[in-house]
């Protein structure tokens, strides 16, 4: 391989939407926070596609400023978490309208072996790519991925601006696409090929790309491991739960602060792409652990978004809903001047 990839984005006098986004949340950084939510719109806590419901907004008397989906299961009707694709394409265009963020991360099967992403075998991504023997089963996904990413549309066929985040927490060991299954060059070749064929062969130019590790990283060096490249990535994302866990809040600071650097001196996006307590067994969470490290210092505050993970139910969520202890936590949490949600947006 490979492969040039500057077309479809940063040409001169580009005032598309996707710029827009892109240019906003450049300039919220040190200022605003976004706050974001996963799967927001399609289910909560004690119901499941009512239109117009939100746990967010069910608490907080705002919708979130940021959306996250995922198109694991591609192909077929459902997401992996069974929501229908026909709807994940509807909400992410009433995101659009209504003037909010929609981010879509990809717990991709592996095109091999049709395995989900946490299953670790039968990995080969040299096969997958340009001149290997499977090549084409992997193209089978990207061209379901390019379809469904180009049939989301306004009625007058505007395009919906989406940040895409793929193959992230390549740090771990937990997905296919991680640091037990493929060696970095392999990764990076993988990130690449994606974002090379989406945006060049494909043509999508509605797209803005996160690269999102784990907190498997100490230093500037060790967050790039495996960084494809500069023309490649327009956000530069964390995803990280388990410091919260560990009452390590210290070192969410600190691999934050590494975020927003190498994002500065870039002149990208920073990002807190995936966090949470799950179940909030954490108390006050919102405010006793997550602001405390978005507040924490100049470096913390540069990062544009925060978005929490899913509420599947009691036993698997992220954000308080109507009668739970910490729904008040999460209202202070959200009134901090800092902190944005789709009304605030909106002014
Ligand atoms: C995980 C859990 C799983 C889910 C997956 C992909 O964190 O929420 O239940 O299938 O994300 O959304």
Redesign the pocket.
Known sequence: MLLSCNMGRKEKNDYSTVRQVENYLSEIAGKNILFGH??DLAYGIGWKSVPGESDVNRVAGSYPAIFGW?I?NIGDNN???GVPFDSIRAYMVRVHKMGGINTV?W?SRNPLTGFD?WNLTGVDITAMLPGGKSHSKFIEQLDLVADFFKSIKTEKGDEVPIIFRPWHEMLGDWFWWGSSTCTDEEFKNLFKFTVYYLRNEKGLKNLLIAYSPDKGFTTPEEYLRRYPGDSYVDILGLDDYSDFKQNRLDMVVIRLGIVTDVALEKGKIAAFTETGSDKLEIDNWYTSNLLQVLNASEKTRRVSYVMV??N?DTS?FYVPYPGHEQEEDFRNFVSNKMIFLLDDLKN
Request: glycine share 8%; charged share 35%; aromatic share 8%.
């Open positions: 996963q799967d995922d694991g997401n992996l978490d991360s717990h992403a993970w899913r599947r698997h």
